[in-house]
Each structure stands twice: as structure tokens, then as C-alpha cells.
């Protein structure tokens, strides 16, 4: 019996061991492309890791909890774009240590992916020259050098679609309204103009949404909607951002479908391209917009609180159609609750729709300020600024002190910079504020 128990013990520990084990790198795959280099750890399981940049000479330090490279990956692969070479070794805490030389100081994304169709669990790094990391449009040649930025602005619903339903009105007249004004606004800016998707009361699909975008090169899109719920108390607005599952089914469905039918990323046509380069191209440019995405939404949500109340500060992430889109920024707009009798009193007053498009503005203008797209009027008018400053450009509410909480720089330096006497600013009065381009 006391040894059967001891057996037993033994097998619980083994089985508890083993469920604490880490994962195994089973290959490590690398490939470049447009100056972009991606590495894939393939896993037998994820794991929990860690990266960080190493200078004098530049090398990417990846640590791996619990882990181990597969008996049969006793050659690691040569390296290619940014990485010379790759290295790993065993620390003493048991994490594995995978090294990545680098050819020259980069900047490092990474995510996990979970199982498809043709791999297992994945850690995937992206490495960019600083100030690169862009969809793969922004590169292409049809680009010229001072254009305006596109905005494409997209009034949900419409036709026979009537979105949520209020007391007195209905979603897919109230979207217009505000989109309007805000493509209104963004057309009397210097270096950008909008283009609306539907400017009437019809249906358009939600796949031909995003391709007129597409077609007219937009830089940006931005979905406007109204919320409703079951309960009427429900108020505030939110903004949207594309999740990781959507971006995930989104890549398979353009990697499947483009056997069948031609399949372009910005421009890059993805049919003649074998399945490996396919899937890095479109993977890079759909990372990249999901990092314009998240950025946009969260200076557009900022600027929101400032003019209406908020359901969710924080970019809410879901897999929506309309956000699919792998070449450009997307994000969706809720501008309050439709089924909240207040805040629907709100969304039809025409100075209520006025300071949500100026907010929503102010939030796209603080984006391509401080990462306006290579050859635009945009880059070219920052360019002359001291880089040691940016542009700020006053919308309403807004004030020295909040600026300077923004920016996070003095309320002192922002008149010393301006030559302010007092605190008193104008709507539409650009300040420069000093501080570092990127921060």
C-alpha cells in the first residue's frame, strides 16, 4: 500500500511537472521584405516572453520562460535582412535566450498567434528602421510627393438598413449628420481631405465600404455610428479598433481567396507571390494598420471625453467588417446611445454634432501631426518645424493647462515657445509645443 501511494505521488508530481513545462521552439523561420524583416518562433505551445534591444553592438533579446529549442533545430537558421545572425542559450532561471544580431539599430514588434490551417502556436517578430513601421501602401510609388492625407468618412447603415431605432429617430439618419461635418471639417484643413462614402440615404455593402476607401487611396478610415441597448440607461460613446481574432480570419480568407481571384496589399498585388512572401506582405502591412488603428482611436477617444461623456476611455477591440481593412487605419466611431432618450436629444442637436466632429477631428490631426505619411503636405509642412517641437492646432475646449497635461510638458514652456503674454488661445490658433516629434 505505502508504495502504491508513493508511485501515485511520483505520478502527480511527474504529471505536475510536465503541465508546468514550457514550450518547445520547434523552428525558428526568417524572412525580409521592403526593408521589413519578420521572425516566427514556431511553438508546440505559447508561452510567456520577454524582448528587449541590446546596443554597441545592436542585437533583439528574446527570453522564453520554460523553454526549450526542439532537439532537431540543432542548426539555427541563417539570418536575412536585419538579422545577421541568430544565437540561443539556456539561462540559469531556465529560460531560453534566443538572440537575433542585427545589421542595424531597429524597431520590434511582437505578438502571439494562435494555430491555423498550416501552423501551431507562433511568437512573431516584426523589426523596422526607426520610423518605418508602415502599412505597405505607404511606400508604393502611386503616392506623390505633397499630396493631401484621405480621410474616408463612412456614415453606417443607410437604405433599407435603418441601424438602432430611437424614440424619434433612427440611426441611419443621425450618422450622416455628424459625418458630414466632420468630412466638412477635415476638407477645410491644410494637407488633408475627406471623402465620404455614401452622402445619401442608401445601402452600401460593407466589403465596398472599405474597397472605395481602398480605390481612393485613403489614409484612414473612420466608421460613424450610434449605440442602443436594452436598457435605457446605457450611455456614452466608445471607439473601436480591430481584435486579433478578426485580424487573423481576415488574413486567412485574403490568403485563401486570392487563388481564386486577385488579391492586392496597397497596391502590392499578393497572386503572383508564393504562399511564404504572401503571408509576410500582408501580415506586416495588416500589423502596421492595426498599430495606426489602436494610436488614432485612443487620441480620437481622448478628444471625445473632453466633449461628451464616455462608455469606455480605453479603444474597445472587436472583430468588425468594416475594420478589416489590411492597408489602412480603421477605426468605429459610437457617438453615444441612441436608445438613451438624453443623449438621443443630443445627437440630433446640430452644436452637439458639431463638437463630436471637431473632437473626432482633433483626434485624426493629433495623429498625422506627430506621423504624418512620407510625401504628404502634412510631412513636408512639419518637416520645417524645429524638431524639437510640434503642432498643436486649438479646437474647442481646449485649454493651455490641458495642452500641457497632453504633451506633458510646463504650461511656461508653451508660452515661452509661443511668445504668450497670458493663457488666452483662439479656435483654430496653432501653437507649437515643445517637445520631441516622436513622444
Known amino acids: 500500500m505505502i508504495r502504491a501511494r508513493l508511485i501515485l505521488v511520483l505520478l502527480i508530481f511527474l504529471l505536475s511537472t510536465a503541465a508546468k513545462a514550457g514550450s518547445t521552439v520547434e523552428n525558428i523561420r526568417v524572412w525580409s521584405e521592403n526593408e521589413k524583416t519578420r521572425v516566427v518562433l514556431d511553438l508546440s505551445h505559447s508561452t510567456d516572453h520577454n524582448i528587449f534591444t541590446l546596443r554597441g553592438p545592436d542585437r533583439l533579446v528574446i527570453d522564453l520562460k520554460d523553454s526549450r529549442l526542439a532537439e532537431s533545430l540543432d542548426v539555427l537558421p541563417k539570418g536575412a535582412g536585419s538579422v545577421r545572425s541568430i544565437r540561443s542559450a539556456i539561462r540559469s532561471n531556465g529560460q531560453l535566450r534566443v538572440v537575433l544580431d ?26 523596422t528602421r526607426a520610423g518605418n513601421l508602415q502599412p505597405v501602401k505607404r511606400a508604393s510609388e502611386e503616392y506623390q510627393s505633397g499630396r493631401d492625407i484621405i480621410i474616408a468618412i463612412d456614415a453606417g447603415h443607410g437604405g433599407y438598413d435603418p441601424g438602432a431605432i430611437g424614440r424619434r429617430s433612427k440611426e441611419k439618419d443621425l450618422n450622416p449628420a455628424i459625418s458630414k461635418e466632420l468630412a466638412r471639417r477635415i476638407t477645410a484643413e491644410s494637407g488633408m481631405q475627406a471623402l465620404l462614402i455614401r452622402d445619401s440615404d442608401v445601402f452600401v455593402e460593407l466589403r465596398d465600404r472599405v474597397a472605395k476607401a481602398r480605390k ?18 446605457a450611455n456614452g460613446a466608445s471607439v473601436f479598433a480591430l481584435n486579433l481574432k478578426g485580424a487573423n480570419d481576415e488574413a486567412v480568407r485574403q490568403l485563401e481567396r486570392r487563388e481564386t481571384a486577385p488579391v492586392s496589399v496597397g497596391g502590392v498585388s499578393l497572386h503572383d507571390k508564393d504562399e511564404v ?71 440630433r442637436n446640430k452644436k ?65 515657445a509661443n511668445k504668450l503674454l497670458t493663457d488666452k488661445i483662439r479656435i483654430g490658433q496653432t501653437l507649437s509645443i515643445p517637445v520631441f516629434a516622436g513622444g
Open 216 to 233: 481612393n487611396k485613403a489614409d484612414l478610415f473612420v466608421s460613424i455610428h450610434a449605440d442602443a441597448f436594452h436598457n435605457s440607461r
Open 277 to 347: 512572401l504572401a503571408s509576410v506582405l500582408f501580415d506586416l502591412s495588416q500589423n502596421a494598420s492595426l498599430s495606426v488603428s489602436l494610436d488614432v482611436g485612443a487620441r480620437v477617444s481622448r478628444e471625445m471625453s473632453k466633449v461628451t461623456k464616455m462608455h469606455s476611455k480605453e479603444v474597445k477591440q472587436k472583430s468588425l467588417l468594416v475594420l478589416k481593412a489590411a492597408d489602412m487605419g480603421s477605426i468605429l466611431v459610437e457617438t453615444g446611445f441612441i436608445s438613451n432618450a438624453a443623449e438621443e436629444k443630443k445627437l
Open 352 to 416: 452637439h454634432q458639431a463638437r463630436l466632429a471637431g473632437a473626432v477631428l482633433a483626434g485624426i490631426r493629433s495623429y498625422f501631426y506627430t506621423n504624418p505619411p512620407p510625401g504628404t503636405r502634412i510631412a513636408m509642412d512639419v518637416r520645417r518645424i524645429p524638431s524639437s517641437q510640434v503642432r498643436h492646432v486649438i479646437s474647442s475646449g481646449d485649454t493651455i493647462s490641458q495642452i500641457a497635461e497632453h504633451y506633458n510638458v510646463s504650461t511656461a514652456a508653451i508660452r515661452r
Open 102 to 127: 542585427l545589421t542595424k539599430g531597429v524597431h520590434s514588434k511582437s505578438f502571439r498567434a494562435g494555430p491555423n490551417s498550416q501552423y501551431g502556436d507562433r511568437l512573431v517578430i516584426d523589426l
